[in-house]
């Protein structure tokens, strides 16, 4: 199977600045994307930002722009560096490995997921 770690959470200031780092560890041959997501107290989990192993990166409009997501492929670790941090950002922030071969470059037929780290943006 597939681990992921994450780690990097807290409490910050508006306006401050957070770094989370995420390792996949286990029966990996290869990880299509890795990402990461979050849910707010009361809101549905969302996508914030996603990296193909091509380097293609995505971001949720709300924090493109002051986000920065960046993937190792070799080490199968991605963090985001999260700049400018406002209030709505508080959340638990869960890391995902998707599109992930195994042994023999088998498919897990399902994503993976951390357990999740707390950021809280408050004064």
């Known amino acids: 199977q597939v681990q992921l770690v994450e780690s990097g959470g807290g409490l910050v200031q508006p306006g401050g600045s957070l770094r989370l780092s995420c390792a996949a560890s286990g029966n990996i041959f290869s990880i299509y994307g890795m990402g990461w997501y979050r849910q707010a107290p009361g809101k549905e989990r969302e996508l914030v930002a996603r990296?193909?192993?091509?380097?293609?990166?995505n971001y949720v409009d709300s924090v493109r722009g002051r986000f920065t997501a960046s993937r190792d492929k070799a080490k199968n670790t991605v963090s985001l560096q999260m700049n400018s941090l406002k209030p709505d950002a508080t959340a638990v922030y869960y890391c995902t490995a998707h599109g992930v071969l195994g042994p023999g470059m088998v498919a897990y037929e399902a994503d993976f997921w951390g357990q999740g780290t707390q950021v809280t943006v408050s004064s």
């Open positions: 990296v193909t192993n091509d380097g293609t990166t």
